[in-house]
């Protein structure tokens, strides 16, 4: 009244369920909702990130493609929720495995790829290789049953000039190779840099 403030009108909103709901989305939209982990899309931005930061700094960079071997005979074995449970199991020793800022990804299937970042030499990514191949020599209960879980590795490098599409395709062509000599072990793409 005559321009004096009587009385003031307060409105709250509690967002916080919103917040929350885009948060989980967000996570549904890169996370693969078995293993938790990273999914192709949000694998392949962190590669393209990592190419792009290497052709500023001098980091280098190593990519693991990984497939396991024979899971079509678990999930004919042990049934679909069963493999589901390898898989989840699988995720476990990989985790083991890595550093925490590496990028671990289930790209979809029995196949994940792992990003290493900083990876000081081609024989640091190949110890991380043999690490996740002992890792995955011992065997798993699933469904009260001992199951192996074999895997095949691509390894490639990140070279001056090269995209991140052709480095994942180098490690995808390197792991099939691995297949073909025999599975459960790594095969190397074009060596990168010196050790």
């Known amino acids: ?10 409105s709250f909103r509690d967002v916080s369920e919103r917040r929350r709901l885009e948060q989980e989305l967000h996570h549904q939209a890169f996370h693969d909702p078995l293993t938790g982990l990273a999914n192709k899309t949000l694998f392949v931005d ?4 990592a190419v792009a930061r290497a052709g500023r700094a001098a980091g280098r960079i190593a990519l693991l493609y990984m497939d396991l071997d024979n899971f079509k005979t678990v999930n ?4 679909h929720a069963g493999g589901d449970n390898l898989l989840v199991a699988v995720t476990e020793r990989l985790l083991q ?6 990028t671990l990804a289930r790209l979809g ?30 065997p798993f209960s699933i469904a ?7 895997i095949s590795i691509g390894i490639a490098f990140c070279t001056p000039g090269l995209t991140a599409a052709k480095v994942i395709a180098d490690a995808d062509r ?3 190779t691995a297949k073909r000599r ?12 010196d050790t």
Do not use: K, P, Q
């Open 182 to 193: 025999g599975r459960g072990r790594y095969e190397r793409a074009a060596a990168a840099f």
């Open 76 to 79: 004919d074995t042990v049934g």
């Open 1 to 10: 009244m005559n321009g004096r403030i009587v009385g003031r009108v307060w």
């Open 144 to 150: 009260g049953r001992r199951l192996g879980a074999g």
């Open 109 to 138: 299937g029995d196949e994940f790829a792992l990003l290493i970042e900083d990876a000081g030499s081609e024989a640091d990514a190949i110890d991380v290789a043999n690490r996740i191949l002992d890792a995955l020599r011992e």
């Open 174 to 176: 390197a792991m099939y």
């Open 97 to 102: 495995c890595v550093r925490g800022a590496d």
């Open 46 to 49: 962190r590669v393209e990130h």
